[in-house]
Structure formats: structure tokens, C-alpha cells
């Protein structure tokens, strides 16, 4: 079966500037503009945008709405008031992962959730058939927004400079509704790259015109095969590899956004509690190599001879230049500093479990 | 546009065989180093392994990418290309003149079974 390729409000200027496009979740999307290298140190160092289009947007809504977000997410939601942000999980009753996400809080009942592209039509059906017993209305936006991210230690200057959108008053996993061009947009302090950065929802033409002006100013454009090196590198799960459905966030060692004894529970929560009270059978944990060989999604993870799991991300870190990886091991034999190894097509190259964070994230607090 | 030499053999999957007397010098084209962007790793054979007409010998490495190396012909390895250790972007500075593996051919022949660069520039439509 094929399905028609979706496109973001931004596809035809990806295709005039020449990048390199592929399919990811659906969507064409561009990979890379000039070279993943480039555009990574370009956001490591300086600023770059994203176009993040793809990504799904939910607005929940109605005087249960508090109560039902928190139902069906692992953070607390009463922990945030208006104006700002929360990471975590859906999950399945068995603490697998459904997805992982971002809330906004909006106000009392007012929540804004951005979806994974990927799994925008499951978690619309997920969350419709929970909202059954709740008085709430969940909105799908997805259609309506167009998303960038301006991601860089440069990012608030070119907000203000290139955009015009003061975010000097933004700290981090807060965000602002103002108005641009006659319509309401969203302007977070968020980003998934290990950097200082901002992201902005908005109508698709507001998104294409403030393409168009950060093209004019130099801004790097970059694509999705850097925007992985660098969450990889800042110790960031990607869905589909650090979580799935089988993988739970206490198995991916994301317990800390999975809050057990938050007032009136929520899906998944009995088996997270069991499973971090028993311990999992396996845990991601994070693996430097000895060499410059590169261990990828899926190569074999060993403990002397015996399979003891595999890598799920991998890359020579562009910022730290090391072969690292994340990888999904035994417990037994996943503690820091053990030495397990890899094996790389026909060789086997010996590497150590290390904190899963291999760069230092320089967000602004 | 890429570029081609003359007097050498090429494989479908895009290696080249440059041979000189009883040995050839095996590396990627210059169409393949474009294709895969900056190389970042190439995983080589070591000194005295077989490599067999048709099968993988190592691997050259993007950023976001592992591309099998397909020997094109059968032999023993007598030379590995070291500076490609140190320094693999020189397959994408000239392909062609940072070969990766030389091998003491074990069947001539085989060489009959690639294609010439005239073929090969068709192959890949240039």
C-alpha cells in the first residue's frame, strides 16, 4: 500500500534552494541544504532554522480539560500555570509508549499538545476515544500551522532582528501568543537541539514569509538529518527508537518526566510504578566506542559473546567527535563504566557505558 | 557532472578498478562519493584478507549513512589506503586518486565482467 507524500507550507522553497529531500513520517522533507556537518555547527555555534511543519498540534479545551490532560500525560500539568510548557508521555496501559510530547498551557482549560509527525492519526484516535468520559473538546490543528524552529546560541538575537518578536521576557519551556501580520501566533522557548532557540506556530503563510526573511539575512537553513545529530547528541529520544510502544519511559530512563504520585493518576501509571519498583529487563543507556567506527540503529550489542541488546541512535558526535550511541542493553550488565561492545558489519569494537548525555545542552533558564 | 577516467573498470555499484600488472586499486567513483556526501569513516579490510568478486570488503561512511564497499574482483588484499584513518573527507577531495584497497588479482578475467567508462557514464545517465 502507498500513501500520497504529504508536503509542509515550506516544500516548494526546499526544493528552489536545492535540498536534498526524503520522505520522514509521511511528509517530503528536507534532509539537508548544504552538508549535516554545516548545518549543525551552523545551530552549534551561530543559528539555524527548521522547518518543523510536519509536526502535530491538538488543542483540549473545556472544563474538564485540566483533568483530562493530566489523565492521559506522565508530567504533572498542575505543576505549570498559564504560559508554559511541559514534556512527557502518552502511554498504553502496559507503560509503552504511545508518544511523546509537548503541553502547553494555555489557560486553566486550555491546553496546546505538539505531536510527533509521525503519529499525529494514532494519537488524534487515542486521545478522541479517552475523551469520551470527560467533558472536553479536542481540537485537531495540524492543518492549521505551519511550525519553524530558530534554534542557536544566536536565535533570540535573529528573533528580534530578523522577525521582529521580542523574546527577551521568554525563559525557557515558556511561551507567548502575540500578534504578527493580523494573526495569532505562538512563540515558545523550546527546540529539540541541545541549544537556546525558539519555536514558532502559525498560519502557513505567516511561517513562508518569516522563511523568506531569514533566507535574506544569512539565517542557516537546515534540515532533519542534523536536527538528529543534535537531539542525539544533547541526550534527546527520538519516538521510534528510544521509545515505541514496547519501550516505556522507565525502560528509556525518562522516569523524571513520569510523575507516579500526581492527583489522579493516569494511563499507564500502575505498570510504570511496578516497573520501577521491580526494575526493567532491559534500559537505554548510553555507549562511547574505542575508534572512529560508527555503531547505527539496530548493530548488535554484546557482552562477551552473548547479544545483550542493540544500538537504537548512533553517530560519530559531530560536537564532541567520539563514536557514541544510545543503546537498549540488559539491565544487568548496563551499569556506567561496564565495558560491552558493538558489532560493526564483520568487526567487534569494545566500548563503555556512559551517561546518555554527550553534550552539555546550553538552554537559557 | 561527474568525473570519469578512461582505462579504468567499473562496477554497478559504483567502484572502480584502476590495475596495474598483476594488481588493482579499489576504490568509489567520483558519481558515488557526490551521492553519499562528505565521508566521515571508511571501515577497511586488513592486509592479507580475501575479498571475492561480488561480496562487501568494508563500508564508506556519511553522517547519516553506511554504504557497503562491493569488491569487483576476486584477490588478496596487499595495501590498505592509512591516510584514509585520518582522514577519509580525501575520498571526496578526488576519488580517484584516494583509492581504499589494493589487491593482487587472483582471476583477470573477471575484469571482463565490468564495464568500461564509456558504459559507466551511461550507466549513470552523464
Redesign the interface.
Same mark, same amino acid.
Not at chain 2, 561512511?61 to 553506511?66: I, L, N, P, Q, T
Given at each position: 500500500m502507498t500513501e500520497e507524500i504529504k508536503v509542509t507550507c515550506l516544500h516548494d522553497r526546499h526544493v528552489a534552494q536545492g535540498a536534498l529531500m526524503s520522505p520522514f513520517a509521511g511528509y517530503d522533507m528536507p534532509i539537508q541544504y548544504v552538508d549535516i556537518t554545516t548545518e549543525h555547527n551552523a545551530v552549534r555555534h551561530k543559528v539555524g532554522v527548521f522547518d518543523v511543519s510536519h509536526m502535530g498540534e491538538v488543542e483540549i479545551t473545556g472544563p474538564d480539560a485540566a483533568k483530562f490532560t493530566n489523565y492521559i500525560f506522565t508530567n504533572d500539568i498542575n505543576a505549570i500555570k498559564a504560559g508554559q510548557i511541559l514534556y512527557g508521555m502518552m502511554l498504553y496501559p502496559d507503560g509503552g509508549t504511545v508518544d511523546d510530547l509537548l503541553v502547553y498551557r494555555v489557560d486553566d482549560n486550555d491546553f496546546f499538545l505538539v505531536i510527533n509527525a509521525a503519529n499525529i492519526d494514532k494519537d488524534v484516535a487515542w486521545i478522541m476515544e479517552h475523551a469520551k468520559d470527560f467533558d472536553v473538546k479536542v481540537d485537531h490543528q495540524s492543518e492549521q500551522y505551519g511550525q519553524i524552529a530558530v534554534q542557536g546560541p544566536e536565535a533570540e538575537k535573529t528573533m528580534g532582528a530578523v522577525l521582529g518578536i521580542d523574546t527577551t521576557d521568554l525563559t525557557f519551556y515558556t511561551f507567548k501568543k502575540l500578534e504578527y501580520d493580523g494573526k495569532t501566533i505562538i512563540v515558545s522557548r523550546t527546540g529539540y537541539t541541545g541549544e537556546d532557540g525558539f519555536e514558532v506556530y502559525a498560519d502557513p503563510a505567516i511561517i513562508c514569509q518569516m522563511w523568506d526573511k531569514l533566507m535574506e539575512a544569512g539565517v542557516q537553513a537546515c534540515g532533519l538529518g542534523c536536527r538528529d545529530t543534535l537531539r542525539f547528541e544533547a541526550g534527546l529520544p527520538l519516538y521510534g527508537d528510544e521509545l515505541t510502544a514496547e519501550i516505556s519511559p522507565i525502560t528509556a530512563t525518562f522516569g523524571m518526566f513520569v510523575k507516579l504520585d500526581k492527583e489522579g493518576g493516569f494511563i499507564g501509571r500502575d505498570a510504570c510504578a511496578q516497573q520501577k519498583a521491580e526494575g526493567t529487563p532491559k534500559k537505554l543507556v548510553g555507549l562511547e566506542l574505542e575508534g572512529k567506527a560508527i555503531p547505527r540503529h539496530g548493530y548488535e550489542v554484546l557482552d562477551g559473546e552473548n547479544v545483550v541488546g542493540y544500538i537504537t541512535t548512533g553517530y560519530h558526535s559531530i560536537s564532541v567527535d567520539k563514536s557514541v550511541a544510545f543503546a537498549l542493553v540488559d539491565r544487568a550488565v548496563g551499569a556506567l563504566g561496564n565495558t560491552l561492545s558493538v558489532r560493526i558489519r564483520k568487526k567487534v569494537f569494545p566500548a563503555t557505558v556512559v551517561k546518555k548525555r554527550f553534550y552539555t545542552p546550553n538552554y537559557k533558564k | 557532472m561527474s568525473k570519469i577516467i578512461d582505462g579504468l573498470y567499473y562496477s554497478e555499484s559504483h567502484e572502480y578498478v584502476k590495475v596495474e600488472g598483476d594488481f588493482g586499486y579499489i576504490g568509489i567513483t567520483d558519481f558515488a562519493q557526490h551521492e553519499l @556526501?562528505?565521508v566521515?569513516?571508511v &571501515?577497511m579490510p586488513e592486509v592479507d584478507d580475501e575479498v571475492t568478486a561480488g561480496e &562487501?570488503f @568494508? =563500508?564508506v #561512511?556519511?553522517?547519516?549513512? =553506511?554504504s557497503d564497499l562491493m569488491s569487483p574482483v576476486s584477490g588478496t588484499v596487499v595495501e590498505v589506503n592509512e591516510a584514509l #584513518?585520518d582522514e577519509p573527507g580525501l575520498i571526496n577531495k578526488d576519488a580517484f586518486e584516494n583509492w581504499i584497497i589494493k589487491v593482487e588479482l587472483s582471476d583477470k578475467s573477471e575484469l571482463d565482467g565490468l564495464m568500461d567508462a564509456a558504459a559507466y557514464k551511461n550507466m549513470i545517465g552523464e
Open positions: - | @556526501g562528505n566521515v569513516y &571501515d &562487501d @568494508g =563500508a #561512511e556519511s553522517v547519516k549513512a =553506511a #584513518e
